[in-house]
């Protein structure tokens, strides 16, 4: 598998793909409403990216960027089978991936500076923004968004968009650094791994959904599939308390309203933490959450 996102025109997201599966979508864009598909690392590196765009019976416009607008550039490039070769290779980060290539400057024109954050309001917000960055499901565009809304008040709004940008990539790009030195598999990629082994098995499992108990419990029928037995599910204040450090609720249940049914999904999910090694702390009440106490949240970025 690559290590990149790939999202097409027409909202696609597609994670950690083959290169059998690139080269598909590769060939499959053209078609109006799906010209182009655009690349980025996992985890994401911001402005770091390679993309490429075709309208059927024309060539094909590669480009790619490292960085600064002045290291964006492009060519035009006729045959697909040389558009899926050096995005394979840029998703494996070949050295001299583009080799025999002739780029030309996109002509990105370089933003305008920023101006420094205030102390008192860097100081405010550089901690909220350390808290997404630990919870590990926000991109960089959802905590820009979140960091330019955190300390607005009576319409006031002390951070602006771009200087909300620059410090969620400073501390983004800190967090990717640090996650490098993690061990292969973390209980967060050990919880994935469960939910996505339920979900298979007929019992919605969703992460980080929604912001509440209430407004899961409200629309978590719809969030899977019509024939599932069953649902379990944290929200994104239990995603919170995960990552500080306070453990993580799951809320489970059968689609049926049953209590039988309820507390047989509570030991299914409990019994798959187990095997996956994560060690849940549940009486058997359908009338109680299972809780996972012992967590060391360490959740990849993706972006």
Known sequence: ????????ENQQSHLRVSGQELE??????GARGDNFLVVQRVPDIPGTFIQVWHEAGGDYELEHRTGTATSHVRTVIG?????????????????GWDAGTDWESAGIPEPEPVPELAQEVREQLEPRVRELLRGGYGTVRTLTEAAEDYLVKDGVRPVSR????????????????????????????????????LDRQGITAREHFTCCRSCGMSEIYAAGREDARGFVFFHS?????????????????????SAETTAAVGREVVAALGEAGLAAEWDGSPDQAIELTDLDWRKRLVG
Do not use: C, N
Request: aromatic residues 10%; charged residues 30%.
């Open 79 to 95: 045959d697909p089978e040389r558009i899926v070769a050096l995005m394979t290779r840029w998703a494996r980060e070949e050295p």
């Open 24 to 29: 598909d979508l590769v060939y499959r864009i």
């Open 1 to 8: 598998m690559l290590s990149v996102k790939v999202m097409t």
């Open 162 to 197: 771009a200087q909300a940008g620059e410090l969620v990539e400073r501390l983004w790009l800190e967090r990717v650094e640090e996650q490098r030195g993690w061990a292969d598999v973390t209980d967060p990629d050990r919880l994935e791994r469960v939910f996505a082994e």
């Open 237 to 257: 204040q239990g995603t919170e308390s995960a990552a500080a450090g306070h453990g993580l609720a799951l809320y489970y249940g059968g689609f049926d309203d």
